[in-house]
């Protein structure tokens, strides 16, 4: 006698036939495979408790992994918006920078410049300090911080 699976029980992603590929595996897809499995086990040797259980296991794993970068996510994005406010007591201030040049030779020096901070962005996920000449430094490169000068005409 042969036993058939009532098709209304399989998932509906795998009736019409269609997949979408994904290089990546999730919750929905270790489901999937699951669920396939037990659909598809032989009925007279059914798939064992400890197995059963081993993968509920590694399902609930999965998906608290997947929480914890959901969460971890959010957390860095707030992060990277209070970086900006962190930074922005800079707008006024004198700050010297070092930067390296590279002369004709192709010889690389440090050299340290001096302006005032006029803005502070974002630029690839770093805070980048606009001066008011229109150069552009990451904050790494900040030497030294002080109150403009007042003979200080923010030129290097």
Do not use: C, H, W
């Amino acid at each position: 006698m042969e036993t058939r699976i009532d098709s209304s029980f399989m998932l509906s992603t795998l009736q019409n036939g269609e997949r979408k590929p994904s290089s990546a595996l999730g919750k929905d897809e270790f489901l999937k495979i699951l669920m396939t499995q037990l659909q598809n086990q032989d009925p007279l040797n059914p798939m064992e408790d400890k197995e059963f259980i081993a993968q509920m296991a590694s399902f609930s794993s999965l998906e608290q992994m997947s929480n914890m970068n959901s969460t971890m996510q959010t957390f860095l994005n707030t992060q990277s918006g209070n970086q900006i406010l962190q930074y922005s007591p800079l707008i006024g201030k004198e700050i010297t920078y070092s930067y390296k040049e590279k002369d004709a030779e192709g010889n690389e020096t440090v050299k340290e410049g001096s302006q005032q901070v006029k803005a502070v962005s974002r630029k690839n996920n770093e805070v980048t300090l606009e001066l008011l000449d229109g150069t552009i430094i990451y904050t790494d490169e900040i030497i030294r911080v002080s109150e403009k000068t007042a003979g200080s005409n923010g030129e290097n």
